[in-house]
């Protein structure tokens, strides 16, 4: 029932995706009450690895620094963001699989949305088996994601980046979630690979894919809808107006 909610709530949307060191409280407000079809926060570490590669990461980047105290962070700014009626997704990294499941109940109990990232590409992550480097291992995805679902109901949400495994074996990753949330990036471009998009759709299409990269504006949202992605998301353009998610997303809703 949750889910079904949820996947009404995000279709044809779009929302705003995980922007590490600006994605916080405040921004993900002003997203949400410009209109937004969902908002994410983080993204967070999560367990001791992920700690870790973030404890390197945040000397040459300031966008890696530690959120202290994260439930009381995430209990705060879930009661903020529910007041615009907006599904929330946190962006996690980590593959400790009791830490996984002891959020997404914390989650699950506020109603928000757990979002495992096999996306971040720094090689502190990767070298621990973390971020994008999940991707490679669809076993590890698919047991944290059975157990996940068995212990706590969280649906499977996975934020991935095309490029990094063969498409025929993202496709099949794709099976292992009810949402892939993937950045289509064509390495070098400054436009999704709206192709790839196309295959996971055609060979999988009961999973909700949410399309991401290079959107900015209704005309480039609405290529990734023709294309097949059921919803879109927005990161860097909504770092320049944070109101361009909510124009984007109301822009589908009324046209498409
Ligand atoms: C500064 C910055 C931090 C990001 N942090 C995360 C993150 O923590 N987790 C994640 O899944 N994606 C992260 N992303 C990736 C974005 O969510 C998005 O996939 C990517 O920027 C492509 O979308 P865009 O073209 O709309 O920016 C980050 C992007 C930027 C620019």
């Known amino acids: 029932m ?43 570490n999560i367990d001791k690895k992920s700690r870790e590669a973030g404890i390197l990461i945040s000397k040459r980047r300031k966008e890696f620094i530690l959120s202290q105290n994260l439930y009381n962070y995430l209990d705060e700014g879930i009661k903020i963001l529910k007041k615009f009626d907006v599904p929330i997704f946190i962006n996690v990294r980590g593959i400790d699989l009791d830490k996984l499941i002891k959020l997404s109940k914390f989650l699950m109990e506020r109603g928000a949305y757990l979002e495992l990232n096999a996306h971040c590409r720094q090689v502190e992550y990767t070298k621990l088996g973390l971020g994008q480097e999940l991707l490679k291992k669809p076993q590890l995805l698919e047991k944290i994601f059975d157990r996940m679902k068995k212990k706590t109901k969280m649906p499977a949400i996975l934020k991935a980046r095309s490029y990094v495994i063969p498409s025929k074996d993202l496709c099949n990753v794709s099976k ?18 709206l192709r790839i998009i196309s295959e996971i759709k055609s060979d999988n299409s009961d999973t909700f894919l949410i399309g991401n990269n290079s959107i900015t504006n209704l005309d480039r949202a609405i290529e990734m809808r023709k294309a097949g992605a059921d919803a879109v998301s927005i990161a860097r353009a909504a ?11 109301m822009g589908l809703s009324d046209g498409i």
Request: hydrophobic share 45%.
């Open 239 to 249: 770092l320049k107006n944070p109101s361009v998610v909510g124009e984007i997303s």
């Open 176 to 193: 292992l979630c009810d949402v892939l949330h993937l950045d289509a990036m064509l390495p070098g471009k400054d436009r999704a690979d």
């Open 2 to 44: 949750l889910n079904e909610i949820f996947f009404e709530k995000i279709y044809n949307k779009a929302g705003l995706s995980a922007i590490s060191g600006y994605a916080d409280i405040d921004f993900c407000k002003k997203v949400a009450e410009k209109g937004a079809g969902w908002v994410t926060l983080g993204g967070f």
